[in-house]
């Protein structure tokens, strides 16, 4: 079957958890336990795009808001073909300068998704009739909201340039040689009691916009942890676009960018491989999608490695040595994470590299900073 009812827990031979569709994770069967025993919980999973018009009667814009289940297999969600998402509603973008956007933004979402808002969920639920012929006591509710960043941070109403995720002070760095982990994630309930004592100056602190979300109104919902891992635009048009753009800088200042575009353009045809016929800065920005830096980020590394680590040119000094390790290292931990990122399925112990090759990343990148590349 192309559905899944249930929530599952998977395992290898070695009983190691596995990760796969949304039924294997922890938020079905967490959310399974706060609901009375037999019934089906329907994870609903929303999408949302600023999406252009036209431009013959102005700029005008639309929000069409889009909506699938988690039941459906992943791979059956995610082909445009198969027609699992559908549209349900088009929201107005009001004229440019217009206050209050965001609150109307989420009156309108209210209106459209106003059933999933007052579901009881200590009430039967709703009986509804299944694929497989049978009736189950359902409960839809709000699991997930695909969206690029600025969706989010309407979502979740917070300030431009804060984390939807987490209260990490706005604009602070990520850290050059330290990794911040998740530890300080965002409480919805702790803001409504701020917002009901009327602590503004507390909200503005964590980059809160003081007023009522409407997501807060969910039943089971945390709408600080609704945002979805954007592969696209947050890894390979965000740091991994950026980290090529240092390491041709630094490739410049080091007088080895010809050696790196001849090794780059000389990749061969191979099955799984893409070729590039032209180098990297030679292409307009636009040419660069997701699918033109995946392929690169699998040669990346190997296309640096004998340039930076390999070479027999004795006329380098030490710092110049030490640069150059630190850039390959780099270099080679972010292409690691794209990589290992990009898996179908996890594990228990491949859930754990990903992290180990994040926090190698922040330990080398700041050698970008230090030559100010």
Known sequence: MHVNF???????????????????G?????????????????????????????????????????LTIGHIRKDIRRTPQKRTWIAVGLIPCPSKGA????????????????????????????????????????YPLLAAWVGDYPEQVMIAQVSY?????????????????????????????IYSELLEDNHIDAL??????????????????????????????????????DLLHWLLKYLKARNVKDQFDNRFTSVPRYPGLQHFSKPFNSLKS??????????????????????????TDDGKTA??????????????????????????NHSDVSLKAPDDALKRFYQKKGIVRELKM
């Open 6 to 24: 249930q929530p599952v827990r998977l395992a290898d031979s070695d009983g190691r958890r596995i990760y796969s569709e949304r039924n294997t």
């Open 26 to 66: 922890d938020w079905w069967w967490n959310t399974q336990h706060q609901l009375p025993a037999g019934v089906t919980i329907v994870p609903v999973i929303c999408a949302s795009n600023k999406t252009h018009l036209t431009n013959f009667s102005g700029d005008q814009h639309a929000w069409p808001p889009y």
């Open 99 to 138: 206050k209050n956007i965001d609150e109307g933004w989420h009156s309108a979402v209210g209106t459209v998704l106003s059933q999933l808002m007052h579901l009881d969920i200590a009430g039967p639920g709703l009986k509804w009739d299944c694929v497989d012929r049978f009736q189950r006591q359902c």
């Open 161 to 189: 340039g804060s984390c939807p995720m987490c209260e990490i002070p706005k604009g602070a760095p990520m850290g050059h040689s330290t990794f911040w982990p998740l530890d300080n994630s965002r409480d919805q309930h």
């Open 204 to 241: 503005h602190t964590v980059g809160v916009h003081p007023i009522c979300n409407q997501f807060w109104q969910y039943p089971l919902c945390n709408v600080y942890q609704l945002w979805q891992p954007d592969q696209l635009h947050q890894l390979l048009l965000g740091s991994v676009y």
């Open 286 to 311: 636009g040419t660069w999608q997701g699918k033109e830096i995946r392929g690169m980020i699998r040669t990346l590394a190997v296309n640096c490695a004998p340039i930076l680590v390999c070479s």
């Open 319 to 344: 710092a110049e040595t030490a640069s150059d390790e630190m850039v390959m290292a780099a270099v080679r931990a972010e292409c690691e994470f794209s990589l290992l990122v990009s898996r179908q």
